[in-house]
């Protein structure tokens, strides 16, 4: 019983150490610093263009995007106007997957960063909105012919006034 609980304690142990020093499933390599790539957009569909932004790199780091992960394959970074960033293009092939890929910029200085890219089959940004009347059967105020409106605010004049004027021969007593 004293051997169980020593062997189990010793197991527990080791794995804990063993738990402790592995790095978490996505980490960065050692010595390798990851930083953030933004995505515009961030959802595209198949053959569209997209656009790639970094402050992870340095001035003067030379840096290189990599879209294999869709299949785009890479691309090169340029640095902006103010020194601080540096932006890329590159296009999503016409035969990609819909699913959601990794896109990579490496600095020359070591640093990594990461940003996602969803692949979708419909787009976002090409909405249609529907246009002209909806097939009820109740009408509107001012339908498409002026002169069946006309007609019908007649009817409706014409049924007041008779309405009106039988209601009042009532009231007098006068019979119908």
């Known amino acids: 019983m004293r051997t ?82 540096a932006a890329g293009r590159f296009r999503v092939p016409p035969g990609a997957q819909p699913g959601t890929y990794e896109i990579v910029a490496k600095c020359s200085g070591g640093r990594r960063a990461a940003g996602d890219l969803v692949v979708t089959l419909t787009s976002t940004e090409q909405r249609v909105l529907p246009r002209g009347s909806v097939k009820t059967g109740v009408g509107g105020a001012l339908g498409p012919d002026p002169v069946q409106t006309a007609a019908g605010v007649a009817a409706l004049a014409v ?18």
Do not use: K, M, N
């Open 4 to 85: 169980t609980r020593l062997l189990t304690g010793t197991a527990l142990a080791v794995a804990a150490a063993g738990l402790a020093a592995a790095p978490a499933y996505g980490a960065p390599a050692y010595g390798e610093d990851t930083g953030i790539l933004e995505v515009y957009p961030s959802a595209v569909v198949p053959g569209a263009d997209v656009a790639v932004d970094t402050e992870a790199c340095g001035a003067e780091d030379t840096v290189t995007g990599d879209a294999s992960a869709v299949g785009a394959g890479t691309f090169a970074l340029a640095p902006g106007a103010d020194g601080q960033d």
């Open 159 to 176: 049924a007041a006034a008779g309405g009106t004027w039988l209601l009042h021969r009532r009231a007098r007593g006068d019979g119908f």
